[in-house]
C-alpha cells in the first residue's frame, strides 16, 4: 500500500497584486506557520478608513494548526496586522532584535504585551516550529536587522528574501550573506520568493552609505537651522542624519511621535548610536541659536497629520517654520503620494524655507533590489521554482520574466494572487485552489464593521452631500413640515427658492400617497424619495442623498 506524501502548501494572504499587508501562511500537514503580518494604507477610495488588514478567515478557521507568527523585518507592512491577530489566536512571535522591539512597541499600546511569547534570533539562528525548520539570514534594508527566511519540512526547501537590497557598504557593515545564499542554492532550494518592488528597474540600488556624504555636503555652511524629515523606520537614515548633525556641531531634536518611538526603541537596542548630550527637547529648541540645531521629523510622505505637514501649514505647535531655515526630504514619494507631497514642499517655500527634495539633490536611496541585485541573488540560489512577491501585478510579471530570461521554465514560475493554495514538493510547484483573503478595513476601534455599503454612503455623502426631509403626520394627514435639512448639499441660505420649491414637491408627493390611500411609511417614504431625486437633478445636475423622516403624533 502507498500512502499518498504530503506536500507542503503555501498561501500568500497579502501582498501579491499590491505593496502592503505582507503574510504568508507555511502549512505543511497539520502545522501552520505564518511568515509576516502586516497592513495596508486605505487609498483615496476608503474614505475615513484607517488601515487595511488582510482577511484573517482562513487562520481564524484553522485556529490551533497555527504554531506561530517569523518576522522578515519591522515595517508597517510585514508587523502592523500583528495586534489585531493576535485577538484571534495566541502565537508566539519569532524576529530579530530590533524587529521585536517594534513589536513590542505594538503590543504595548494594544495591552497584549504580558499575554504574547516573543522569541528574538540572530541571522544564522534555526529554530523548529512543529514541522518546520527555519533559519533566518542576514539582509540588507531600509530597516536594520531585516532577515530571509529558509523554511525546510519533510517536504519542501523554501528560501523567503523577505524585502532586500545589497548593500555592501551599510551602515552597520552587516553585509547580506550571500555567502549562505550560494550554500543554499548548492543544497537545492524548491522554491524561491522574492522582493519584487524594483524589479521594473535595471542597475543596482545605491548603498545606504552613500546618502550619508549628501547629507556632510548640504549642512556644509549653513547657517540657519535645517530640518530633515525622512521615514521614522529608516534607523541608518536617521543615524547618518544625527551623524552630520554632530560634525556640524548642531544638537539633534527628534519631532513626531513615530520618530520618538522609533529612534528610542533603537537607542535603547543598540541601533541607533547618539551621545545623550547631542539629543535636545523639540520643546528647547529655541534656547539654542538655529545655526546649533537639526530636527529630525516624521512626514516625508505629506501625510496630512505628520510633523512637517502641520509645520508647513503653521499648524505645529512645538516648531514654527523661519525664512531660510533648511528643510531636506530624505526619501522619495510612495506612488500615490507626489500631490500631499508637493503641497508640503510649496507651503515650505511659501514660509520663505529652502527645501531640498529628492529631485534636487541625493539625499535618498530605496531598500529594495533592482534588477541586478535580483538577478544576483536569482543566479545563487537556482530555485527549481520562483513564485514573485511584494509587488503589483506587472511588478511580478516582470520578475516572472526576470527569472525565465535566467534560464527557468515558465511552468516553474507561478505569479499567484491573494488567497492561492500553491502546492509545493522536490517534482514541482502548482496553484490548487484558493482560499479567502479579501481585505477587512478598520476605522477608528472597528474592526471590519466598515463594508461596502458604508463605503458607498460615504462616497455618495462626499461627492453630493446630504437632503433630509422631515414630515409629521396624524393618521395619515400631514399637521407639520415639510422641513428641510441639509448639509455638504448647497447652503441653504442663498438657495431659498429650491428649497422652497422642494418643499412643494414633497408636499404633491405626500399628497398623491393620501389620494391613493397609501399609508404604509415605506411606500411613502420611497414616493417623498423618488419625486426629490428627479426634481433635485433636474434642478442642480446633483444626486444627494435623501433621507426622508416620517414621525406619527
Ligand atoms: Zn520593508
Ligand atoms: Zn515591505
Redesign the pocket.
Known amino acids: 500500500m502507498t500512502t499518498k506524501k504530503s506536500k507542503l502548501k503555501v498561501i500568500p494572504l497579502g501582498?501579491l497584486g499590491e505593496?502592503?499587508k505582507?503574510i504568508t501562511l507555511f502549512e505543511y500537514k497539520k502545522d501552520i506557520v505564518i511568515v509576516?503580518c502586516?497592513i495596508a494604507f486605505p487609498d483615496e477610495s476608503m474614505f475615513g478608513i484607517d488601515i487595511v488588514l488582510p482577511d484573517y478567515t482562513y487562520l481564524v478557521n484553522n485556529k490551533d494548526r497555527v504554531k506561530a507568527i517569523v518576522l522578515t523585518?519591522g515595517?508597517e507592512?510585514?508587523i502592523g496586522g500583528i495586534p489585531y491577530l493576535l485577538k484571534e489566536l495566541n502565537v508566539p512571535i519569532y524576529g530579530t532584535k530590533l524587529t521585536i522591539g517594534l513589536v513590542e512597541n505594538k503590543l504595548n499600546e494594544h495591552k497584549l504585551l504580558d499575554t504574547t511569547e516573543r522569541i528574538v534570533v540572530k541571522p544564522k539562528d534555526v529554530v523548529k516550529i512543529g514541522g518546520f525548520e527555519i533559519e533566518f539570514i542576514r539582509t540588507n534594508h531600509s530597516i536594520a536587522d531585516s532577515v530571509a527566511l529558509f523554511i525546510k519540512c519533510e517536504a519542501a526547501k523554501v528560501l523567503h528574501t523577505?524585502?532586500f537590497k545589497i548593500d555592501y557598504n551599510p551602515i552597520d557593515d552587516e553585509v547580506i550573506d550571500l555567502k549562505r545564499f550560494a550554500e543554499l542554492g548548492t543544497e537545492g532550494v524548491d522554491l524561491l520568493m522574492a522582493?519584487s518592488?524594483n524589479v521594473e528597474l535595471p542597475g543596482y540600488t545605491l548603498s545606504e552609505s552613500s546618502v550619508g556624504k549628501t547629507f556632510m555636503e548640504l549642512f556644509n555652511g549653513v547657517k540657519s537651522r535645517i530640518l530633515v524629515a525622512s521615514f521614522a523606520s529608516s534607523v541608518h537614515r536617521v543615524q547618518q542624519i544625527a551623524d552630520a548633525a554632530i560634525a556640524h556641531n548642531r544638537k539633534i531634536a527628534l519631532s513626531g511621535r513615530s520618530m520618538i518611538n522609533v529612534s528610542n526603541t533603537a537607542l535603547e537596542l543598540g541601533y541607533l548610536h547618539i551621545p545623550q548630550d547631542a539629543l535636545v527637547d523639540i520643546r528647547d529648541i529655541n534656547k539654542y541659536d538655529p545655526s546649533e540645531i537639526v530636527v529630525i521629523s516624521t512626514g516625508s510622505q505629506g501625510e496630512p497629520l505628520a510633523a512637517l505637514s502641520r509645520m508647513a501649514a503653521g499648524e505645529y505647535r512645538q516648531l514654527s517654520i523661519n525664512a531660510g531655515d533648511l528643510v531636506i526630504i530624505s526619501a522619495s514619494p510612495i506612488p500615490g503620494n507626489e500631490k500631499m507631497i508637493n503641497r508640503v514642499i510649496n507651503n515650505l517655500y511659501k514660509l520663505g524655507a529652502n527645501v531640498i527634495y529628492e529631485k534636487l539633490a541625493d539625499i535618498h536611496v530605496s531598500g529594495?533590489a533592482k534588477q541586478e541585485e535580483l538577478k544576483l541573488v536569482h543566479t545563487l540560489v537556482k530555485p527549481k521554482n520562483f513564485v514573485p512577491v511584494?509587488g503589483e501585478y506587472r511588478m511580478l510579471m516582470h520578475h516572472a520574466k526576470l527569472a525565465q530570461e535566467l534560464g527557468m521554465c515558465e511552468e516553474n514560475t507561478i505569479v499567484a494572487e491573494n488567497g492561492g493554495v500553491i502546492e509545493v514538493d522536490e517534482t514541482g510547484c502548482k496553484v490548487i485552489g484558493k482560499v479567502p483573503s479579501g481585505i477587512t478595513l478598520v476605522d477608528g476601534l472597528g474592526i471590519g464593521d466598515v463594508g461596502n455599503i458604508v463605503l458607498r454612503d460615504r462616497k455618495h455623502l462626499s461627492e453630493d452631500g446630504l437632503f433630509i426631509v422631515v414630515v409629521t403626520l396624524s393618521k395619515g394627514k400631514t399637521v407639520a413640515g415639510p422641513d428641510v435639512i441639509s448639509r455638504g448639499f448647497v447652503y441653504v441660505r442663498e438657495s431659498e427658492e429650491l428649497i422652497n420649491n422642494a418643499r412643494r414637491v414633497v408636499k404633491e408627493a405626500l399628497s398623491r400617497c393620501e389620494e391613493k390611500n397609501i399609508y404604509e411609511w415605506n411606500k411613502i417614504k420611497g414616493e417623498i424619495k423618488e419625486s426629490l431625486d428627479q426634481f433635485l437633478f433636474e434642478k442642480t445636475k446633483r444626486k444627494p442623498m435623501i433621507l426622508p423622516i416620517l414621525m406619527e403624533v
Open positions: 501582498g505593496v502592503g505582507n509576516d502586516g523585518h515595517h507592512d510585514h523577505g524585502d522582493d518592488t529594495h511584494h
